[in-house]
């Protein structure tokens, strides 16, 4: 009975990982926040987006950027305390 559960649930649970953290690396991509905040600030410097839009969407970004630091780091240490 336990080869049979190795054999059909250990590839669905080890799919399910990946995309699992597939998903927490691209919701809490630190890097990929930083750019978008790069970016709306270039769009507002050649005139793309007004300053009213500008700060919305910088306020928003930031609050995003602080989000996943705090998971990251919160994500790293649940992974540095499994790896002991």
Request: aromatic share 4%; net charge negative.
């Amino acid at each position: 009975m336990f080869l049979v559960d190795d054999i059909l649930l250990r590839p669905i649970i080890t799919i399910g990982n990946v995309i699992h953290s597939m998903a927490i690396e691209e919701l809490y991509d630190v890097e990929g926040i930083r750019d978008e905040i790069k970016e709306n600030r270039l769009l507002y410097e050649i005139g793309d987006r007004s300053a009213e839009e500008y700060e919305r969407r910088r306020e928003e970004l930031e609050t995003q950027l602080d989000v996943a630091r705090e998971a990251r780091e919160t994500l790293d240490n649940r992974v540095e305390v499994k790896g002991q």
